[in-house]
């Protein structure tokens, strides 16, 4: 029932996940098209309150008799052209728009064709980069959350959605109205959920679990979510539909609250890496050095976008593209400091492309032998079909094989860890003593597998579970489980096997933080009843236990298991005999003494 759970919720996420991906991929994407078809101007910019502050000499709005503080009348507008007007542009050059703007305190009613936008030699290629940042971008914050999905990954993700570096113009006017106003208000949504996103993941990063403020300041988060929507909405309904007061208002506003955002988010990192210490501090170090400078350039874009007119192209094109910092800097604390385990996914990637290269050959050897080669073609689809049969029968043997060849070739360490927990799974059934598989099941996985902790809680006499052997606890930490873990006892007795503390949270007071915070529980069982728990931590960096090492380690639990149940017959037979023994002794005082048993 849990593993059909956890497999549905891994199904929604992803669907979630690349549904959201592709919307804003498609959605940014489609301003590839400017590329062949330049978007169209009207060579004017208006603030918040639609005021002209720049009209371009030689521009259609020049020539109609625009000037600077002249105001864009969008109520005597009519509908259709309200968001063009607003916006100063079409999608592309030479559709007309009829507007009104005021001049000299007198409406006029103009009717202006637009003009191609102006690119430079490299527009292209700035295209092409915008396209390959944002896929970078995306790709990043959809891999992490897939592959470690947590509160910290959906906050890096919605982040990475909400700043990837798109102006989504072509998609705003690509339909008529009102589609350009449902489609601002999904990109404000986006955005501002992209804002809320990057505070979750700077409260939680390297502050698991969260305590005190930050905990506070978490709960928070939706209220904050619900009034950045508020004032994006009120700020585009001013802006882009009635035109005038508090637009302008409503736009300082938000560059004001974009400038607490980025202090804040600053704020919460730097904290993070001033209380950071080891191997913690060189993972955040060059991500407070990316988010920083990133930060400073999407403020810096959006302040000269709306105050500084006609600034320099290439200026804009560098602050949009700026935003590569951070997957850049992310992806390197992700593979330097190994916060993710990229080498099992490399690995099966490596092992299913191998598979897929193999039956794909064969298939074209057939093909190539019997219809060119011999011209047999009904021959041909014999053998392909008997080349079907043998791959599903073959097809798992084979697997291990390729997957066993794969981690012995490429990656050894973890090859050569798995190969040594096998050795020590097959060793514990002839354990001569609880401390050999005490050391079998703490020691041998922290070292093979380079594990933040492990703890062994083994029952007593008073079926109490007490803490025998650990690695990477204090002594002051949890020493026996309560009746607090009663639940999490049935859950573990339900399961049969190793329990992702992931999927089924355990109790936090007690148990240590950070890397060495336990992730996996391994039970024990002899006679269909729990021996003994092991809890296992993640690895020394932070990154969690993959598929295949959990494997490796749940290898270990047979062996301890005969091993106990030996050790426990030995007991039992030594405690016989002891007995026995003294029986003996006392039927031989008893007939020392001639005394005659009843």
């Known amino acids: 029932m849990s593993t059909q759970s956890s497999s549905h919720r891994a199904a929604l996420r992803t669907f979630f996940v690349v549904a959201l991906s592709l919307?804003?991929?498609?959605?940014?994407?489609?301003?590839?098209?400017?590329?062949?078809?330049?978007?169209?101007?009207?060579?004017?910019?208006?603030?918040?309150?639609?005021?002209?502050?720049?009209v371009a000499d030689g521009s259609p709005a020049a020539k109609s008799g625009m000037q600077i503080s002249d105001k864009i009348d969008l109520q005597?507008?009519?509908?259709?052209?309200?968001?063009?007007?607003?916006?100063?542009?079409?999608?592309?050059?030479?559709?007309?728009?009829?507007?009104?703007?005021?001049?000299?305190?007198?409406?006029?009613?103009v009717t202006l064709s637009s003009v191609p936008q102006v690119t430079e030699h490299y527009y292209a290629a700035y295209r092409v980069a915008v396209l390959c940042v944002a896929t970078l971008f995306i790709f990043l914050g959809a891999a992490l959350v897939l592959l470690r999905p947590s509160l910290m990954t959906w906050g890096f993700f919605l982040y990475c959605l909400g700043n990837a570096p798109f102006t989504f113009f072509a998609v705003t006017l690509w339909y008529p109205y009102p589609w350009p106003y449902v489609e601002y208000n999904v990109q404000s949504l986006v955005i501002d959920a992209g804002v809320v996103g990057l505070l979750v993941f700077a409260l939680c990063f390297l502050n698991e679990p969260l305590r005190d403020w930050r905990r506070s300041a978490l709960r928070a988060m939706p209220v904050l979510l619900a009034l950045l929507a508020m004032l994006s909405t009120a700020w585009g309904y001013c802006w882009g539909w009635i035109g005038g007061p508090p637009g302008e208002l409503l736009s300082r506003i938000y560059i004001v609250v974009q400038a607490a955002w980025s202090l804040a988010v600053m704020y919460l990192f730097v904290d993070t890496y001033v209380r950071a210490r080891g191997a913690d501090r060189q993972r955040i170090r060059w991500v407070v050095v990316g988010f920083g400078?990133?930060?400073?350039a999407l403020f810096i874009n959006q302040f000269t976008t709306q105050y500084v007119p006609n600034s320099p192209i290439w200026l804009f094109h560098i602050l949009q593209l700026s935003t590569v910092i951070v997957p850049l800097t992310v992806a390197y604390a992700v593979v330097r400091h190994r916060v993710i385990d990229v080498s099992f996914v490399v690995s099966r990637t490596l092992?299913?492309?191998?598979?897929?290269?193999?039956?794909?050959?064969?298939f074209s050897l057939i093909d190539w032998f019997f219809t060119d080669y011999l011209r047999l073609a009904r021959l041909g689809t014999f053998a392909e079909v008997g080349a079907v049969v043998a791959f599903g029968l073959?097809?798992?043997?084979?697997?291990?094989?390729v997957d066993s060849f794969i981690d012995a070739t490429f990656f050894r360490q973890r090859h050569k860890a798995e190969v040594q927990l096998a050795r020590t799974a097959a060793a514990l059934p002839l354990a001569t003593t609880p401390k050999i598989v005490a050391h079998a099941?703490?020691?041998?996985?922290?070292?093979?597998?380079?594990?933040?902790?492990?703890?062994?809680?083994?029952?007593?006499?008073?079926?109490?579970?007490?803490?025998?052997?650990s690695e990477g606890w204090e002594p002051r930490e949890l020493g026996r489980l309560d009746d607090s873990d009663g639940y999490f006892l049935t859950l573990l007795q339900a399961e049969n096997g190793p329990l992702s503390l992931y999927d089924h949270p355990w109790r936090t007071e007690g148990a240590p933080s950070g890397p060495a915070r336990p992730v996996l529980a391994l039970?024990?069982?002899v006679r269909r009843e729990v021996?003994?728990?092991?809890?296992?931590?993640?690895?020394?960096?932070?990154?969690p236990l993959d598929p295949d090492e959990i494997k490796a380690i749940a290898g270990l639990a047979m062996g301890a298991s005969v091993a106990y149940d030996h050790l426990e017959a030995e007991a039992m037979k030594r405690e016989v005999e002891t007995v026995r023994r003294e029986n003996e002794s006392l039927r031989s005082v008893i007939a020392e003494a001639q005394i005659q048993p009843a």
Request: charged content about 15%.
């Open 23 to 54: 919307l804003v991929l498609v959605g940014g994407g489609l301003d590839f098209r400017r590329i062949w078809i330049p978007i169209g101007l009207f060579g004017y910019q208006s603030n918040g309150d639609q005021t002209v502050f720049f």
């Open 394 to 401: 073959w097809f798992n043997g084979l697997h291990k094989r």
């Open 531 to 543: 021996a003994a728990i092991v809890f296992y931590g993640s690895h020394v960096h932070g990154e």
């Open 293 to 296: 400078l990133n930060l400073l």
């Open 351 to 362: 092992v299913y492309a191998v598979l897929t290269t193999m039956l794909v050959g064969v």
């Open 441 to 469: 099941l703490v020691a041998e996985p922290v070292r093979t597998l380079s594990l933040a902790s492990a703890a062994l809680f083994q029952r007593d006499a008073n079926a109490v579970f007490i803490r025998q052997e």
């Open 76 to 109: 005597s507008t009519p509908v259709q052209f309200r968001y063009f007007a607003a916006q100063g542009a079409t999608l592309q050059a030479g559709q007309k728009v009829t507007f009104s703007f005021i001049h000299g305190g007198t409406r006029r009613t």
């Open 523 to 525: 039970p024990v069982f």
